[in-house]
Nanobody
Framework: VQLQAFGGGLVQPGESLRLSCAAS????????IVWFRQAPGKEREGVSC????????TYADSVKGRFTISRDNTKNTVYLQMNSLKPEDTAVYYC??????????????????????WGRGTLVTVSS
């Protein structure tokens, strides 16, 4: 199982960025993918989750209306479109998956211990 997040960078407040999570080594279409982030000195927090197809989605309150998660099963990739970025969005972003469930679990999708397989993160810095 391999997950690789990429697409991070330095942007100014109000700008946009799209992250990608490329997956391999498992039957991607059958499993959910989640995005987490971790800012310096803070706990890892759930950002957004997308279930197996047809891909229902869920978001943390802090990013609702600004971030959009999507998946392309032909490319084994999940995207996180981030608009109207704020300095508080600065963090290392990770993607993860788990093979215990097909849908993002309602009660604890945002808890990092729910997920067994993690990729390396990508740094997003929002600063003027």
């Amino acid at each position: 199982v391999q997950l690789q997040a990429f697409g991070g960078g330095l942007v100014q407040p109000g700008e946009s960025l799209r992250l990608s999570c490329a997956a391999s080594g498992f039957a991607f279409i059958h499993w959910p993918i989640v995005w987490f982030r971790q800012a310096p000195g803070k706990e890892r927090e759930g950002v957004s989750c997308i279930s197996k197809s047809p891909g229902s989605t869920t978001y943390a309150d802090s990013v609702k209306g600004r971030f959009t998660i999507s998946r392309d099963n032909t490319k084994n990739t999940v995207y996180l479109q981030m608009n109207s970025l704020k300095p508080e969005d600065t963090a290392v972003y990770y993607c993860a998956t788990d093979f215990s469930f097909g849908a993002c679990p309602d009660s604890n999708w945002y808890r990092h211990w729910t997920w067994d397989y993690w990729g390396r993160g990508t740094l997003v810095t929002v600063s003027s």
